[in-house]
T-cell receptor, first 116, second 107 residues
Framework: KAGVTQTPRYLIKTRGQQVTLSCSPI?????VSWYQQTPGQGLQFLFE???????NKGNFPGRFSGRQFSNSRSEMNVSTLELGDSALYLC???????????????FGPGTRLTVL | KNEVEQSPQNLTAQEGEFITINCSYS?????LHWLQQHPGGGIVSLFM???GKKKHGRLIATINIQEKHSSLHITASHPRDSAVYIC?????????FGTGTLLAVQP
C-alpha cells in the first residue's frame, strides 16, 4: 500500500502571500488530519477532515483553512502569511479518524514552509 | 501546566541499555499514541493503545488509565533508535502532543 504523500515538500513564500498544501492519504482512509510543528510550540493539531467534512479544529486563526475531496485527498490553505507561519506542516491519515473506532495515524513526510 | 507531559526531555544512553520514557496526561482520552520522529521530520506511529501493554520487537508500551500515565520502553537499545519520541493523546476530538524526548544512543 502506498503511504501518505504530501506536496510540495519545500516551499518558500513571502509575508502576505497565501499557500496551498496537498495531502493524499492511504487508500481506504477517510480521515485526514493536519498538524503544525515548530521548534517553539512543538506539534499542534490544526484540523481533521472526515468524509469531506471538517470534524475538529484546533486553536488556529481563520487564516488556516482546509478542505477534503471525494477521493479523500485534502488541501490546507494559509492566507496572508506571517513570519510565524514558518513550520513543518504534517498531515496524517487514519481509517476511522479522531474519536472513531481505530485511529492509528499514518504520517506524511511533511511540507516545510519558510515565510520570508 | 501542559496537558501532556513527557520525561525526560533529553536522554543519552549507551548501546545495549534499557530505556524508559514516561508520559503523563491530565485529560480524558480514548487512546494514547507513541510516535517516533527522525531528523528530517518523518514521523512513524509506534503504538496506539487504550489499555494494558503492547510489544513490537524491542519496544514495549504500557498505559495505566487510572493513573493517567504511559511508558515507552526500549530494550537492548541501538544507535538506530536515536530519534525524538513523542507521546500524543487522543482527547476531546483532537491529538494533544507532548514536547518529545530526544534520545541519543551511543555505540
Amino acid at each position: 500500500k502506498a503511504g501518505v504523500t504530501q506536496t510540495p515538500r519545500y516551499l518558500i513564500k513571502t509575508r502576505g502571500q497565501q499557500v496551498t498544501l496537498s495531502c493524499s492519504p492511504i487508500s481506504g482512509h477517510r480521515s485526514v488530519s493536519w498538524y503544525q510543528q515548530t521548534p517553539g510550540q512543538g506539534l499542534q493539531f490544526l484540523f481533521e477532515y472526515f468524509s469531506e467534512t471538517q470534524r475538529n479544529k484546533g486553536n488556529f486563526p481563520g487564516r488556516f483553512s482546509g478542505r477534503q475531496f471525494s477521493n479523500s485527498r485534502s488541501e490546507m490553505n494559509v492566507s496572508t502569511l506571517e513570519l510565524g507561519d514558518s513550520a513543518l506542516y504534517l498531515c496524517a491519515s487514519s481509517r476511522d479518524g479522531l474519536a472513531g473506532g481505530y485511529n492509528e495515524q499514518f504520517f506524511g513526510p511533511g511540507t516545510r514552509l519558510t515565510v520570508l | 501546566k501542559n496537558e501532556v507531559e513527557q520525561s525526560p526531555q533529553n536522554l543519552t544512553a549507551q548501546e545495549g541499555e534499557f530505556i524508559t520514557i514516561n508520559c503523563s496526561y491530565s485529560v480524558g482520552i480514548s487512546a494514547l499514541h507513541w510516535l517516533q520522529q527522525h531528523p528530517g521530520g518523518g514521523i512513524v506511529s509506534l503504538f496506539m493503545l487504550s489499555s494494558g501493554k503492547k510489544k513490537h520487537g524491542r519496544l514495549i508500551a504500557t498505559i495505566n488509565i487510572q493513573e493517567k500515565h504511559s511508558s515507552l520502553h526500549i530494550t537492548a537499545s541501538h544507535p538506530r533508535d536515536s530519534a525524538v519520541y513523542i507521546c500524543a493523546v487522543d482527547g476531546r476530538n483532537k491529538l494533544i502532543f507532548g514536547t518529545g524526548t530526544l534520545l541519543a544512543v551511543q555505540p
